[in-house]
């Protein structure tokens, strides 16, 4: 079978190489480092991107209005709430499932979704990814503040963890079952931390999270402390940006915190994490500025590293999850992160097999 190429540069993890995708078909058959054949695309080989926080559950109620986060998503009563209550089911999935092929076609391959509405919510994203080539980690959360240790296990048995709002949101008890539950499951436990006003860190920090989100409101101190800990930050630029405020990247990274982008809820953002690593240079020149290369990174190999991902490694091989972004320059990382749509990524490679979007 005749060979064809695709690319001429790979994102991988020691930086940008030379190198190309071969094809037996619409199969990738090999990763060959260093220049490619003049027929090969003009395209830029990424991993995937990873969108570590979502909520699609919202995305039917897309474009939310202005306001401030109690107003829009704070519980039990924001905005996103009330519609969450008063729209059915069938809206609900089919907008999510609209969501999913958007995620897919801009090049994600892996989310990680806080969904909300307990065990019932859980249904609907299954049912909406029924037949996705995506690889969903479902985090839940209880319907009502009054949880047992039944419901729990309920709903641990059919998802991957729980990602939970802030520790001023939910009594801590149940937040230290739920935690202690994962855990011993062998599943995520995860929740949002300092979006608008600073928590208290070491009450965060001893419900042994593997991640937090947000912490725009949080203390330089609060970051060290998480980068000791090693507990990871996922942050979402354009939601950020959204109630006018700031991720700060710079910032944790310099205090050593691994961060990783999620597009957070679908009523404000889209899920195109191509869009979300471009907010994500764009809003860091105020902290100081990050490279192309380190947004890319955030999106990408970042992402694996804090959700540890079944399929994706931290390597580039054949068998890896491996987007392609078609270029017009001789900078391909400036260029995918200044001005490249998702109608740029012309392929998706997942596990070896050619998707084209």
Known sequence: MTENFIGRWILTNEGLKEGCL???????????????????????????????????????????????????????????????????????????????????????????????????????????????????????RPLNIDAGDVELREMLSRCDGFGMSSIRDIPYDLLERASRLARASGKIFALHSSETVRDDIDRVLDLKPRFLIHMTSALESDLVRCSEAGVPIVVCPRSNEFFDMNPRIPVLLRHGVEVALGTDNAMIAPPDMLSELQAAYRLSWRRGGISPEIAIRLATYSGRKVLNAERITTEISCNDDLAVIDVTGDEPLAEVATVAGSATVSAISLGGKLWRP
Request: glycine fraction near 10%; aromatic fraction near 6%.
């Open 22 to 140: 071969v094809l037996a078909g619409e199969e990738v058959v090999d990763v060959r480092m260093g220049r490619a054949p003049l027929e090969s695309t003009k395209s830029l080989i990424v991993p995937c991107f990873v969108n570590a926080h979502t909520h699609l559950g919202d995305a039917f109620a897309y474009p939310s209005p202005k306001g401030t986060v109690e107003e829009i998503v704070g519980p039990p009563d924001g905005y996103k709430h009330r519609r969450l209550r008063e729209a059915d089911r069938d809206t609900k999935v089919r907008a999510m499932r609209e969501s999913a092929r958007l995620m897919l076609s801009s090049g994600s391959s892996v989310f990680a979704d806080f969904r909300e509405e307990g065990v019932e919510g859980v249904g609907m994203i299954l049912e909406a990814m029924t037949g996705s080539l995506l690889n969903p980690i479902i985090l839940s």
